[in-house]
């Protein structure tokens, strides 16, 4: 092979199985730092050996293997200084060799193992979800402080901490036995579904998925049912399913955002959402279901529906309700203020969004002045949807938003 081609093979590698190697590594090496160097180390040893040699059979295999013989290395080296360190390098040494199965994910998965171990009720919450995001998913430091609306510095040191404390107090790197996966499930589920929130809608960037990211979350959300097949989360996966269903539809080919009413529901993927539909339903019925449950029956309606004029936005808002009840958030208050503002009329939902604005909740949040914005616009009030989108565009970073926001800027300017 040429060293082009060697190169495209480890990038697609890298892309689809880094955070597999990495996970697997840190369950060999017991340290998430040196089993990061140990990766990049694999990937630097394949570009060489590959080219030389040819691509492996299992690329992840090899990677597996040979990072953890460079960690050995590594240690060696740092043993001539430290006996504490080649006691580190001999047990390593002495372990079973990993064995690397494509195909034989099962319960066993590292990843699995891994997000279990980055959601221990040890760490703050903040801590967990930020260092699942950077380890399990491979999200720059730069995009999750974007998501937690802090600092890149403030958030490297979250991560930092969080692995101290894995390594200080003996936190182990397994699925926890069955009789304590309940009470971890709630952390486990939040982290699962920012990522897909990640992938769905990223957070910064040229375009408006990440499809890698949402997946991997849709991955280890199967993974966690069959683990674990708790209302919850099984709702979160049909959450999941229903909302990726849409993504061929939500940008043009150009890759412009469009609008939920405005997708052409041909595009729709029918599999994923009767997946989506019969997971519901079966959440549903154990009366014992939860907020990703209720959101993924909303889902549902949309994806179920001919056309927006043909929504049961009736049964939605009553979904949002309920929802409301269970899990009380600005954020579910805006969603139901847009639903009724389709049930009822743009007047209905804009007095409600402006009731939420009133109060400093979701001062920061890009969505709250888009959709005041566009109930602005419906009801003719053109000064008022300028200066909503004006303040929706100063808080967007992403590429696609960004570009729509301006076009319905430039139309109502130029009505103006």
Not at 42 to 67: C, H, I, K, Q
Not at 91 to 113: C, F, T, Y
Not at 357 to 372: I, N, Q
């Amino acid at each position: 092979m040429t060293d082009e081609r060697v190169r495209e093979r480890i990038d697609e590698v890298y892309r689809s199985d880094s955070r597999r190697v990495l996970a697997t590594l840190i369950r060999l090496l017991g340290d998430f730092d040196l089993a990061e160097e140990a990766m990049h180390d694999a990937f630097a040893a394949a570009l060489e050996a590959w080219t030389r040699d040819g691509v492996p059979a299992n690329p992840r295999a090899w990677l597996v293997s040979t990072g953890r013989f460079k960690a050995i290395d590594r240690l060696r080296r740092g043993a001539r200084f430290d006996a504490a360190v080649d006691e580190i390098a001999r047990s390593i040494e002495a372990a079973v060799p990993p064995d690397v199965d494509d195909e034989g994910v099962g319960l066993e998965d590292d990843r699995l193992r891994l997000i279990f171990t980055c959601c221990h009720p040890a760490l703050g919450a903040d801590a967990r979800i930020a260092l699942t995001l950077r380890e399990v998913c491979g999200l720059e430091t730069e995009q999750i402080a974007h998501a937690f609306l802090t600092s890149p510095p403030t958030l490297a040191q979250r991560i930092v901490r969080a692995k101290t404390k894995i390594r200080d107090a003996g936190i182990p790197y397994q699925v926890p036995a069955r009789e304590d996966l309940s009470s971890r499930l709630d952390a486990v589920l939040h982290v699962i579904y920012l990522v897909f929130n990640e992938g769905y809608s990223a957070s910064a960037g040229d375009t408006l998925t990440r499809p890698d990211l949402s997946g991997e979350a849709i991955r280890l959300g199967r993974l966690l049912v069959e683990l674990l097949p708790e209302p919850e989360a099984i709702g979160l996966l049909a959450l999941m399913l229903l909302h990726d269903a849409r993504r061929a539809a939500r940008t043009s080919p150009d890759g412009e955002l469009v609008l939920l009413d405005a997708q052409d529901r041909t595009l729709w993927n029918r599999a994923q959402i009767s997946e989506g539909v019969a997971l519901v339903e079966r959440a549903l019925s154990s009366r014992r279901a939860g907020p990703y449950s209720l959101q993924a029956a909303v889902a549902a309606l949309h994806a179920e529906a001919r056309d927006a004029a043909t929504t049961d936005w009736p049964q939605i808002v009553g979904l949002y309700d309920v929802l409301l009840r269970l899990d009380a958030s600005p954020v579910v208050e805006l969603n139901r203020a847009a639903a009724i503002a389709m049930r009822d009329g743009p007047a209905a939902g804009l007095a409600l969004i402006d009731a939420i604005l009133a109060r400093g909740d979701l001062a920061d949040y890009h969505l709250a002045f888009s959709a005041k914005a566009d109930l602005c616009r419906r009801l003719g009030r053109t000064a008022d949807a300028i200066a909503a989108y004006e303040r929706a565009l100063a808080l967007t970073t992403q590429a696609p938003e960004r570009r729509f926001i301006e076009r319905r800027l430039a139309e109502l300017r130029s009505r103006a």
